[in-house]
């Protein structure tokens, strides 16, 4: 039915609605206010809101119905699910939205990546946005499998779906107006500019926020996050997997600028997803935290569609999608049912949805070429070397000093002082780079650790006592077109295959969440006490962040961003 004529008359209570909710607590974000009534649904939209007879009806008694829930930011690659299976996981917990940025596949596959993430999140129960990725490779100081220019993203920015530019990360090259950051700011006009800006403030960040920049999910300190709400940037309220800053930020928000903020969970495991929940779980925390939960509920859908321009989006008023969340305790909102366009896909935990036809996968990405000796260490000299040392639950490292130690004239791990030896091979373009570090704070006793998924350039990354079992976990990875393992003694114990571009395995979300369990388990018994060993893992290759980080480049100096020896 898409006969407008035919809606208005519905509208004017002439003819029945297809669906009428009756006897609802309407959460309405809007007005702010929330009251009895019915709202009338036709072709997936409301149609109206008030005294309307129905085809069907739907009895909620008195239960709330609210606008499904809406993500500003969020890297789907994070989860390692396809775009079905996430749904699978999000459904339940009342997201209807979700506004992406597909970093990580356009470093890994440039445009296709794009184009793959749009083909394969259509027709689902959830829709997608995507924010044109903007740092694409993020530094010179990696070899990525692809480069994306202002040009290519003028190449896609006009689709329906495409929402923006995504997070501008090099922002000193913003704000000293670098003429190739510019030119991706202008590539989006007319649409969203996301920030990322860490710590950045005064002088710097008005002249950020001056050349385009619209929103920001980094700030980790509530003054930080005033002065940029001052400035007219729209908030990320963030709380992923391992980057939780709601409780720092919470108590900033109000009543007066509370439009100004939107939640963002920008990276979240899958088994998290479905334990802890999505957007649900940072309303939950919100309310708990002493925020009202009209506001909460407001920050979680309606601001978001504002920011983003998500037409129809966000409220449930005449014209809007009928895209609802029921649940019972205004306290505590625990999502009972979620409706897509007025259907029922999700019901106490169990999604409904209809699985899509497949998508094609997209071109193998493990391109490797490297000798097994590239991963030894001659010691060259005397001295001490430079070891990256962990910050616990921060992506950020810091640089120590330690004295090698020798073996056969080659630099080995040392598994009393917890320095293992860190390994960096370029799987895009086999180049046959390799770079070679050491890292402490793993603690392993045994084996290594390795993985495909390593940021930004996701070149592969492995951490391990010794350099037999280095190898064998790079074989592996290979073996399995991209992947996590942990190898003990040259035998696997625990993988994860992720053959999709080698972020994001082909599995069944309920085999994926096991997977990952047996790899925690397994870096467990080998001797890590790490909250997430894996994750922490892919960010020690991220070189755009303080202080020492390693990719197939070399050790990356990364407070200065240039390559660094390994001697002192």
């Given amino acids: 039915m898409r006969d407008e004529q035919h809606k208005l008359r519905i509208a004017r209570g002439e003819e029945p609605a297809e669906v009428v909710f009756q006897n609802a607590n309407l959460v309405n974000v809007l007005s702010g206010e929330i009251y009895r009534t019915n709202v009338a649904v036709a072709d997936g939209r409301v149609v109206g809101v008030g005294d309307y007879e129905g085809q069907k009806a739907i009895d909620l008694e008195g239960a709330f119905l609210a606008p499904s829930l809406i993500d500003g930011h969020f890297h789907v690659e994070s989860s390692m699910l396809t775009m079905p299976e996430f749904a699978r996981a999000v459904t339940p917990h009342g997201t209807g939205v979700v506004v992406i940025d597909p970093h990580e596949y356009a ?22 946005f995507i924010m044109l990725p903007s740092c694409v490779p993020a530094t010179h100081l990696e070899t990525a499998g692809a480069r994306l220019t202002a040009d290519d993203l003028k190449l896609m920015i006009a689709d329906e779906r495409i929402a923006g530019v995504a997070e501008l990360m090099n922002y000193p090259g913003v704000y000293l107006g670098q003429e190739s950051e510019l030119a991706k700011i202008r590539a989006g006009k007319g ?34 996050a005033q002065e940029k709400l001052r400035l007219g940037m729209h908030l990320l309220l963030r709380e992923g ?16 600028n509370a439009m100004n903020c939107s939640y963002a969970t920008d990276d979240k495991l899958a088994g998290d997803l479905v334990s802890e929940g999505h957007i649900d779980h940072c309303v939950r925390k919100s309310i708990r935290l002493g925020m009202p939960p009209i506001t909460a509920l407001q920050i979680a859908t309606i601001n978001t569609a504002k920011h983003y321009r998500l037409r129809n989006y966000g409220a449930i008023a005449p014209r809007f999608w009928a895209d609802f969340i029921v649940f019972d305790d205004l306290q505590n909102v625990v999502v009972r049912q979620t409706y897509k366009k007025g259907m029922l896909v999700a019901e106490s935990g169990k999604y409904l949805g209809k699985d899509p036809e497949l998508v094609p996968q997209p071109r193998s990405t493990m391109n490797l070429r490297y000798r097994s000796g590239d991963v030894e260490v001659k010691a060259e000299q005397s001295g001490q070397i430079k070891v990256i040392e962990i910050v616990p639950r921060q992506i950020v490292t810091r640089q120590v000093l330690a004295n090698p130690k020798v073996e056969n004239g080659r630099i080995v791990a040392d598994v009393e002082r917890d320095i293992l030896k860190l390994v960096v091979v370029e799987r895009h373009r086999a180049t046959g780079n390799v770079g070679v570090g050491f890292v402490r704070g793993f603690k392993l006793k045994q084996g290594a650790l390795g993985s495909t998924v390593a940021h930004d350039a996701h070149n592969v990354v492995v951490v391990g006592t010794n350099d037999e079992d280095i190898r064998r976990a790079v074989k592996e990875l290979s073996q399995l077109k991209g992947g996590q393992v942990a190898v003990v003694d040259g035998k696997v114990k625990a993988a994860l295959g992720l053959p999709i571009a080698g972020l994001v395995s082909d599995q069944p979300l309920d085999e994926v969440i096991k997977r990952i369990a047996d790899l925690n388990a397994a870096a467990a018994a080998m001797g890590c006490d790490l909250d997430a060993p894996f994750m922490t893992l892919s960010f020690l290759s991220l070189s755009p962040i303080p202080e020492l980080k390693l990719t197939d480049q070399g050790l990356i100096d990364a407070v200065h961003l240039r390559t660094t020896s390994l001697y002192a």
Avoid: W
């Fill in 107 to 128: 470093n890994v596959l440039g445009l296709d990546g794009i184009r793959y993430v749009l083909e394969s999140s259509k027709n689902l129960p959830l829709d997608f």
């Fill in 241 to 256: 997997s391992t980057e939780r800053n709601l409780e720092t930020l919470v108590p900033l928000i109000q009543v007066h």
């Fill in 191 to 224: 649409k969203a500019i996301d920030g990322h800006a860490p710590g950045l403030k005064g002088k710097n960040l008005n002249a950020y926020v001056l050349a385009g920049v619209r929103s920001d999910h980094e700030s980790t300190e509530l003054e930080e």
